[in-house]
């Protein structure tokens, strides 16, 4: 299974999926991190952020995901893959699928600039940059929606483990009985 | 687990890599198989035959075995992988590497010419061919050698089914069990 954390720059994906990954292998899950970032400088060096290498970069990233997915490890994807149709394209390809979205509003976002990329784009040092100058299309029926400006961690990364195990015919107890 | 099957074109690492996934399928494993060519056609598509987009190609090709490998997943990896330093890079960051030397003489291989590459490589078509026009630098210590000119299929594919479940930790009998 794929889980596929979508949102702007600071929106939370990182945090969120990391906390996810930490529950799902405390419950004995075969579980992968892939963050579109470390993704993009370590494993393929060749794509920038024009919206086809963007569209590009989300593609391989599907791709890899989708190896691991059908393989029984439960990948979780933080990338801000901005377009619709990139995501909509991985899902369609995916065995299985679960679209978050990390949903906080831009000005909370750019509050927390945790790498000073916010005040970089504003100043015309980084060109393209999704939510100030390039577009980001939230999900239309994404599976969970996280709303990091008011919800704790603790709550966001349960409302998607829920889903996770509903996707995969568990409960809670089952799961954690199994670990 | 990583098995990576190296070897000149057409010395048999497709057909020995399928025939170890159905083996270790049927026995309940989990198993992946990588095509050095479907995931340069597919996966990722910058990159070309010079020596350094090779190495490049080997690299990832790599990394994403290794996301598999980690977790569980044996991944057969074919592809032609001409160079020692490119494997042994791929094998000092992998958790689990198994290699195999899939070893027939070039006449062999040139004369099996499946995809009719050797006529054209000699034709100066393809320049920078291995085996023809780029050099194949064989393992020094493989974990298997599989001389596809005078064993069978079913030979080599033994040999290396037998070599990853001791590596496993099995014995033929009880992985079959598990399975």
């Known amino acids: 299974m794929i889980v596929w954390l979508t949102g702007l720059p600071c929106s939370g994906?990182?945090?969120?999926?990391?906390?996810?990954?930490?529950?799902?292998?405390?419950?004995?899950?075969?579980?992968?991190?892939?963050d579109g970032d470390v993704v993009r400088r370590e494993l393929w060096r060749d794509l920038g952020f024009t919206k086809a290498d963007r569209e590009?970069?989300?593609?391989?990233?599907?791709?890899?995901?989708?190896?691991l997915g059908r393989n029984g490890v439960i990948t979780v994807v933080c990338v801000v893959s901005p377009y619709r149709a990139s995501r909509d394209n991985v899902r369609s390809r995916s065995t299985r699928f679960l679209e978050v979205y990390v949903n906080a509003p831009l000005a909370v976002c750019e509050k927390?600039?945790?790498?000073?990329?916010?005040?970089?784009?504003?100043?015309?040092?980084?060109?393209?940059?999704?939510?100030?100058d390039d577009p980001y299309e939230p999900p239309l029926a994404a599976e969970v929606e996280c709303r990091t400006d008011i919800e704790s961690i603790e709550e966001s990364t349960s409302k998607i483990l829920e889903q996770v195990q509903a996707a995969l015919g568990d409960t809670g107890?089952?799961?954690?009985?199994?670990?």
Chains 1, 2 share one sequence.
């Open 13 to 34: 994906k990182t945090t969120l999926g990391l906390a996810l990954i930490e529950r799902l292998r405390g419950m004995g899950r075969k579980a992968e991190f892939l």
């Open 56 to 67: 590009e970069n989300i593609r391989r990233l599907g791709a890899v995901a989708e190896l």
């Open 173 to 179: 107890t089952a799961a954690a009985m199994k670990g």
């Open 112 to 132: 927390r600039d945790v790498k000073g990329m916010y005040h970089k784009a504003r100043a015309g040092e980084l060109p393209g940059f999704t939510g100030i």
